[in-house]
């Protein structure tokens, strides 16, 4: 899927993410993204195994969530990325500053 569907995708199905009233939890540290920690918040809140992932509208993948792990390390601080499954279930943000949260609209 190209980063364009991906945008568009994102912009009419990602709801507001509502920072204030939900619990960030750490996960970047000094070696970089956990990957570990943010594969089990993709596992907790993302029900499908390939999930879209947005880091800025020129920016962004349908792939399995380890692919999409990989792929948020090696571009994070470029943009709050935004992982979803293709129903639009379950959501998990990655902020700038290495703070991320999920929810699901179960």
Wanted: aromatic share 10%.
């Amino acid at each position: 899927m190209n980063p364009r569907r991906v945008h568009e995708l994102m912009r009419h199905h990602f709801p507001p993410v509502d920072a204030a009233s939900r619990e960030w939890i750490h996960i970047v540290g000094p070696e970089g993204l956990r990957k570990q920690e943010l594969l089990y918040l993709l596992d907790k809140y993302l029900p499908a195994e390939r999930v879209l992932v947005e880091v800025h509208r020129k920016l962004g993948d349908y792939l399995s969530k380890n692919e999409a792990a990989v792929f948020s390390a090696a571009h994070w601080g470029e943009g709050e990325i935004h992982l979803a499954d293709r129903d639009f279930r379950g959501f998990v943000v990655i902020g700038h500053n290495g703070v991320a949260i999920g929810w699901s609209n179960a």
